[in-house]
Structures are given as structure tokens and as C-alpha cells.
T-cell receptor, first 116, second 112 residues
Framework: EAEVAQSPRYKITEKSQAVAFWCDPI?????LYWYRQILGQGPELLVQ????????DSQLPKDRFSAERLKGVDSTLKIQPAELGDSAMYLC??????????????FGQGTRLTVV | GESVGLHLPTLSVQEGDNSIINCAYS??????FIWYKQESGKGPQFIID?????DKRQGQRVTVLLNKTVKHLSLQIAATQPGDSAVYFC???????????FGAGTILRVKS
């Protein structure tokens, strides 16, 4: 069964350091999402791609966060410099389109980031 | 593993009973809704979805009800099992490309 792949599963980094997360969506899925989930809360959208284009990054802290999906397939989310408040689970999800209609988003297992 | 949902409402049910989890959504323009189950330390797992042209949809042991008048969504789980224990999230979306927005979540605990 096709899955969304994320790596690493766990990352510990010191504050002010740079950190990067990688996501490989389900093959053929044009829409890719990056979410941040703080313990005890629901996932919060950081950035949404349609193919290689960003369609929503209104909640992405652009002074320190960046995301790219250069070939419209896999994606990287970067934080530089990391802050203590960035400790969270970072989730990647992908979905396809049926014509113009969205379908359900499938999530990866996430990357648990701890900033010390 | 860690406990997701330290500040979320909790529903406790006896094994074998039916569970009803409720969700109020915010955007009257949303027309596509999804229920997800999230176990500790894992990503959300798709359960069932419903589009706004329907008010009820059934899956295996699960039913989703949509009331657009009051912007309310519910998930009914029949014959709840210990493996159903998790955090449940509703998510709303537009069918035409808007972002998928998650609700606050509910912890379901199944007592044996």
C-alpha cells in the first residue's frame, strides 16, 4: 500500500541550528501539505503545494521557515535558526484531485523535533 | 509513547457501546469534511469523509453525519473496541483547493 514517507522520524537539535525535514508523497499526488502539531493540539497548516507551486503559506513563519518542492514530487521543510518553541511534530500529507475535486489527505508518520 | 492531546476533551465508553464524537466547524464555505484517527506518536489516519451534498455517510462500523445548518459534524462508532482508543480530529476543506483545516480533537478512551 502506498504511503507518505517522512524522514527523519526523530530529530534533536540545539537552538540556533538549522534543521531540515524531507517528505516523499504518494506517487501521483499533486497536493502536498506540511503541518505542525504541538502536543495536545490539532495539526496546523504551515504550507500547501499544488505540484511545485505554493498555494498557501500564510501560516509559515517566513523569517525562519522555508519549504520547497522543486520538481513537484518530494519536498523539504527547513528551519533556520531553530528556536525552543519549534519543538513539535512536523507532519507531511498528500492528496490527489479527481477532476477539480479534492480527495482525502494521507499523512506520513511525522518527524518529532526537539529543540534544546 | 507520548500522549497526544493533553488538553483535549475526553470521551470514555465501555467496550461494545456506541461512541459519538462531535465537531463544530467554522467555515460556512467548507464543503468537504474528513474524520481522522491519531494514535500516540503516529500521523493522522483517514477514517471517513463526506461532501456537502450529503448529510450521512456510512463505512465499516462508522457513520458520519453532517448538519450544514448549524455547521456540525459527528462521527458515530458502532460496537467500540479497545483498538478505537485514540484522538479523533475532524477536518474541513473546500472541494476546490482551499487548505485542510483541523478541529481541536477529542480523546476516545475505551474501557474493557
Amino acid at each position: 500500500e502506498a504511503e507518505v514517507a517522512q524522514s527523519p522520524r526523530y530529530k534533536i537539535t540545539e537552538k540556533s541550528q538549522a534543521v531540515a525535514f524531507w517528505c516523499d508523497p504518494i506517487s501521483g499526488h499533486a497536493t502536498l501539505y506540511w503541518y505542525r502539531q504541538i502536543l495536545g493540539q490539532g495539526p496546523e497548516l504551515l504550507v500547501q503545494f499544488q505540484d511545485e507551486s505554493v498555494v498557501d503559506d500564510s501560516q509559515l513563519p517566513k523569517d525562519r521557515f522555508s519549504a520547497e518542492r522543486l520538481k513537484g514530487v518530494d519536498s523539504t521543510l527547513k528551519i533556520q535558526p531553530a528556536e525552543l518553541g519549534d519543538s513539535a511534530m512536523y507532519l507531511c500529507a498528500s492528496s490527489s484531485l479527481q477532476g477539480t475535486l479534492n480527495t482525502e489527505a494521507f499523512f506520513g508518520q511525522g518527524t518529532r523535533l526537539t529543540v534544546v | 509513547g507520548e500522549s497526544v492531546g493533553l488538553h483535549l476533551p475526553t470521551l470514555s465508553v465501555q467496550e461494545g457501546d456506541n461512541s459519538i464524537i462531535n465537531c463544530a466547524y467554522s467555515n460556512s464555505a467548507s464543503d468537504y469534511f474528513i474524520w481522522y484517527k491519531q494514535e500516540s506518536g503516529k500521523g493522522p489516519q483517514f477514517i471517513i469523509d463526506i461532501r456537502s451534498n450529503m448529510d450521512k455517510r456510512q463505512g465499516q462500523r462508522v457513520t458520519v453525519l453532517l448538519n450544514k445548518t448549524v455547521k456540525h459534524l459527528s462521527l458515530q462508532i458502532a460496537a467500540t473496541q479497545p483498538g478505537d482508543s485514540a484522538v479523533y480530529f475532524c477536518a474541513e476543506n473546500s472541494e476546490y483547493g482551499n487548505k485542510l483545516v483541523f478541529g481541536a480533537g477529542t480523546i476516545l478512551r475505551v474501557k474493557s
